[in-house]
């Protein structure tokens, strides 16, 4: 089976200083790696993905993560944070070795939450 | 271009009710997955489709739950004799084609979400 761990509900960062939100995955063979934002009362959206290639993946909003297949780790950075970064964030993989239909599905983390202080 | 909507935004039922929930996938997607969210956790898989069919299945708790998505467009997840157990936010997704053989694979953009509070 496939899982996700993000092992800080919450990361305090001050504005202007680089900040990184945690994801370790679990899967069985290779994996597909995501991560999503969450405003309040609004759907997730989508901020970057590792497929294949450079191990350093740019995203949206000038967020970045950096895949890690010897740790099993996929953290998201930003150089300088936002006040308005300020969100849940969600970590998510898929297993593509897995064969069949059920290869689509996302498993996603418990998600932390990112709070960015002036 | 427009986004993945979902109706009603909130939905408040009795215990033992049946429930509704519609999603609206972007325009050319053909692969559809509901999710459900419950307070506090991630999105937990229920059912994905890939055209008018529901290719996996696997993530719907009991058989209280079924989708469909007849045209291969709109898509209604279904609740019958709603418990309070039920209550979450129910997301929606679509995405482009998604081929196993190239392993090709198109990010889920997702809905806001229906929350479903069952009393």
């Known amino acids: 089976a496939q899982s996700v761990a993000q092992p800080e509900d919450q990361v305090n960062v001050a504005e202007g200083n680089p900040l990184t939100v945690k994801c370790t995955y679990s899967v069985s063979g290779n994996p597909y790696l995501f991560w999503y934002v969450q405003y309040p009362n609004r759907g997730l959206q989508f901020l970057l993905k590792?497929?294949?290639?450079?191990?350093l993946v740019k995203g949206s909003y000038g967020f970045e993560a950096e895949f890690n297949k010897s740790q099993t780790s996929f953290h998201l950075k930003k150089p300088s944070a936002l006040v308005s970064d300020s969100a849940l964030y969600f970590c998510a993989v898929r297993d593509i070795t897995r064969s069949g239909a059920g290869s689509y599905q996302l498993t996603f983390g418990k998600g932390t939450k990112l709070s960015v202080i002036p | 271009g427009a986004g993945v909507s979902q109706t009603p935004s909130n939905k408040v039922t009795e215990k033992g009710k049946y429930v509704e929930l519609r999603c609206d996938p972007i325009s050319g997607h053909t692969a559809l997955y509901w999710y459900r969210q419950s307070l506090g956790q991630g999105p937990e898989f229920l059912i994905y489709?890939?055209?008018?069919?529901?290719?996996?299945d696997s993530g719907l708790p009991n058989d209280r739950f079924f989708a469909v998505r007849p045209e291969g467009s709109v898509s209604t997840l279904k609740i019958q004799r709603t418990e309070r157990g039920d209550s979450a936010v129910y997301l929606c997704?679509?995405?482009?084609?998604?081929?196993?053989?190239?392993?090709?694979?198109?990010?889920?953009?997702f809905g806001p979400g229906t929350r479903l509070t069952v009393l």
């Open positions: 997704a679509s995405s482009r084609y998604t081929n196993v053989k190239t392993s090709t694979y198109n990010e889920q953009f």
């Open positions: 590792y497929i294949t290639g450079d191990n």
């Open positions: 489709f890939q055209g008018t069919g529901a290719a996996d």
